[in-house]
């Protein structure tokens, strides 16, 4: 998932931020980005061009959701969201090993990280009523394992 790259919009004029600079951190965010851009529905969007301050092992930090949408609805009614793009292993606390290996401990210090910037992100959410999801390889179609032969 360790890919990066700019992203050219085929319709600049729905991106909110400079549509000459915008960096996708892996081929996921790459897909999302191509699903805003092309979809009709997606009336506006952008790309870590939001800022929410929060506060972790007492120390204030930022964090830059990977996305920021503006949808007309099936039902018609138009709802803003915040969207990270993240693989589903980080959205569950990692399982417990025998013992604690340096991975372990990493895969929870990132999950603990991730926790507390998405707690903050819906309640900034809520303060402005929009939505917040963390979006996995689930909904953006994607899978791992065997490949087909």
């Known amino acids: 998932m360790a890919y990066k790259g700019k992203y050219y919009p085929t319709f600049p004029h729905k991106y909110k931020g400079d549509p000459t600079n915008i960096i996708f951190r892996s081929l996921w ?4 980005m191509v699903y805003c851009d092309n979809n009709a529905n997606v009336l506006e ?5 939001i ?4 506060t972790f092992e007492g120390k204030r930090r930022r964090y830059f959701p990977d996305f920021y949408m503006k949808l007309r609805e099936s039902t018609g ?4 969201y915040l969207v990270e793009v993240k693989p589903l292993k980080q ?3 990692p399982k417990k090993p ?7 401990i990493r ?4 999950y603990a990280t991730n926790q507390t910037k998405w707690k903050r992100a819906r309640e900034w959410c809520a303060d402005r009523q929009w939505q917040f999801k963390v979006i996995t ?13």
Do not use: A, D, M, V
């Open 91 to 93: 959205c569950h606390p």
């Open 98 to 104: 025998k013992r604690q290996t340096p991975g372990y």
């Open 77 to 80: 009614t138009i709802q803003k």
């Open 29 to 32: 965010e790459r897909k999302f």
């Open 107 to 110: 895969e929870c210090y990132t």
């Open 137 to 149: 390889e689930k909904e953006l179609g994607i899978s791992y394992g065997k490949k087909k032969s």
């Open 51 to 54: 800022i929410i301050p929060y």
């Open 45 to 49: 969007w952008n790309s870590e061009e």
